[in-house]
């Protein structure tokens, strides 16, 4: 079975400019949440989403939004970079969302390097 | 908010030294699961913790849940040169049809052969 599948593994913008990542979840997984990683340090939360609608959200600015689509596959908007908006995009996908035995399996991440 | 410590930050042994790596909170953690970050990589998870006092083990990786559930720790014996990698503990806060990861810091290993 094909795990998480993230898009594009690396990408450059300037500040600014607008990002959209992409990820596809497990098949049978409906949860889809985002992280971001900084350099040296673990993943922050910063939505989740479950059957097409947001269960969650981190400490984030309206910049960052995220939608789901019917075939559970997501995707992460950022707008008007910043440079520390510089980091490792993780997507992790679980069968549920909610429940204490939930196991959160991440794909491969995106790397964004904002100029 | 909820937060998980982690220590060491850095850890460098001999091959075939044993490491612990341990992860700390100051409120009861529900359900900690282990990850490890290949350099360059992403988190794979490793296994999940939900019971007090719960031990798992997987070959030479020993893993614990405290009786209070406030803390955990991943032991490995006899470290090989492909254990390098961080070790990320992560508390999952869930409830109210949501449910996402609180990271420790990590611990980094090195393994020098």
């Known amino acids: 079975d094909a795990g998480v599948t993230q898009s594009p593994t690396h990408l450059i913008k300037t500040r600014g400019q607008h990002v959209t990542l992409r990820c596809s979840p497990i098949s049978g997984h409906k949860s889809v949440s985002w992280y971001q990683q900084v350099l040296g340090q673990g993943p922050q939360f910063i939505f989740q989403y479950y059957e097409k609608e947001e269960r969650g959200r981190g400490n984030f600015p309206d910049r960052f939004s995220a939608r789901q689509f019917p075939n559970y596959s997501s995707e992460l908007n950022v707008n008007a970079l910043l440079l520390g908006d510089s980091a490792l995009y993780l997507c992790?996908?679980?069968?549920?969302?909610?429940?204490?035995?939930?196991?959160?399996?991440f794909g491969p991440g995106t790397r964004l390097t904002v100029l | 908010g909820q937060q998980v410590m982690q220590i060491p930050q850095y850890q460098h042994v001999q091959e075939g030294e044993d490491f612990t790596t341990y992860c700390n909170s100051s409120t009861t953690l529900s359900n900690i699961q282990w990850y490890k970050q290949r350099p360059g990589g992403h988190p794979v998870f490793l296994i999940q913790l939900v019971k007090s006092g719960e031990v798992k083990k997987q070959k030479r990786l020993t893993f614990q849940f405290g009786e209070a559930k406030k803390n955990s720790s991943l032991h490995i014996t006899a470290t090989q040169t492909t254990d390098v990698g961080t070790y990320f503990c992560a508390d999952l806060n869930y409830g109210g049809s949501q449910g996402n990861l609180i990271f420790g810091k990590g611990t980094k290993l090195s393994v020098k052969p």
């Open positions: 992790a996908s679980s069968q549920l969302a909610g429940e204490y035995t939930d196991t959160q399996y």
